[in-house]
């Protein structure tokens, strides 16, 4: 059995991305006659929307679990919680931030860290944040399987910011099955963050109205999760 729980939802502004949802797989054993309770997770849903420069994070919430009965838990990935830092998950959400230059943001794959912000000439917040915490590498779990091919999906790429200042994270990558899958929802505006590929990817952060830098943008939901069996 392999579980994939939902991905978080993505922040908003100068915030970070949603953790993809955890990975788990597992060997149980079914007896006839039994009935087992199978929960494929629905992603969590993305910051709002919020003016006057506000980057507080409102309504992002984090994916739900997936369950194969009690036998196998995979958890949801979350959604970042502090200002600028991604949220950790089966790979990691970036990091948001400002004047971060060219590092960072981009989202975590296979297990991966979300990128963090880093500028030498900054010591604050601003200048310096981290990308969500991933569980580390899951192919392990992806190998066993042998009726379809498994592989981990691309977390999001980073935003591509016409303003040096306007970085957001993007979705840590979840799952793929024979190079396929949904992903996390990207985030609102011309400068977003990006969803993280496959079941359980992290939804990107939302960008800036650029009419009005002031008004930070909708975050993207986090994609489903997953539960997948094999049996002899």
Known sequence: MLVVGGGG??????????????????????NPGESH?????????????????????TGNTDGGDSKFSNLLVAAGGKTPKAFAVGGNGGSGGGTGGY????????GGTNGGNGGDCFNPNREDVWGKSNG???????????KVLENNVFSAGAGGPMSSAER?????????????????????QDGVGVVRGTGGNGYGGGGGCGGFDLTSTWTRLPGGNGGGGVVYVEWD
């Open 164 to 184: 040096d200042s306007a970085r957001v994270g993007s979705g840590g990558g979840g799952v793929q099955m024979n190079g396929e899958g949904p992903r996390g």
């Open 37 to 57: 309770i199978i929960l494929v997770s629905s992603g969590g849903s993305g910051a709002v929307q919020t003016s006057n420069g506000d980057n507080s994070l």
């Open 132 to 142: 969500g915490i991933g569980q580390g590498s899951f192919l392990n779990h992806l």
């Open 9 to 30: 939802g993505g922040g908003s502004g100068h915030n970070g991305g949603g953790g993809a949802g955890f990975v788990n797989r597992g060997v149980g054993e079914v």
């Open 99 to 106: 004047a971060c230059g060219a590092s960072g943001h981009a």
